[in-house]
């Protein structure tokens, strides 16, 4: 079974930090193109944040850009998205996506085959 296993979601208030991890566990590993999702109670699943096999040329959704950084180690086998000066706004469950497309920007879901448990990310005062 392919296994995404993310970490580090939490309550925080605005303006802080917060780094999300996901890895693959139990044999998996992660996939040429990963993808960082979010949803909100009642809204659309929304594209945050994409990145190829090797690095280059992230993408990001415009509500985050300069704000979230993704970035992968393939040697740890692990994806993070960082993320600063978080805002009520982001508030949502963050999901860690697995593609097989290879190049290109894949912001679409259905283009994901393989998704983590998400993780919940509250951002309040």
């Known amino acids: 079974q392919v296994q995404l296993v993310e970490s580090g979601g939490g309550l925080v208030q605005p303006g802080v930090s917060l780094r999300l991890s996901c890895a693959g566990a139990?044999?998996?590993?992660?996939?040429?193109?990963m993808g960082w999702f979010r949803q909100a109670p009642g809204k659309e699943r929304e594209f945050v944040a994409g990145?190829?096999?090797?690095?280059?040329?992230?993408y990001y959704a415009d509500s985050v850009k300069g704000r979230f950084t993704i970035a992968r180690d393939n040697a740890r086998n692990t994806v993070y998205l960082q993320m600063n000066s978080l805002k009520p706004e982001d508030t949502a469950i963050y999901y860690c996506?697995?593609?097989?497309?290879?190049?290109?920007?894949?912001?679409?879901?259905?283009?994901?085959?393989?998704w983590g448990q998400g993780t919940q990310v509250t951002v309040s005062k």
């Open positions: 996506a697995a593609s097989s497309i290879g190049d290109g920007t894949v912001t679409i879901a259905t283009l994901y085959h393989y």
């Open positions: 139990g044999g998996t590993f992660i996939t040429k193109t």
């Open positions: 990145i190829n096999w090797s690095g280059r040329n992230p």
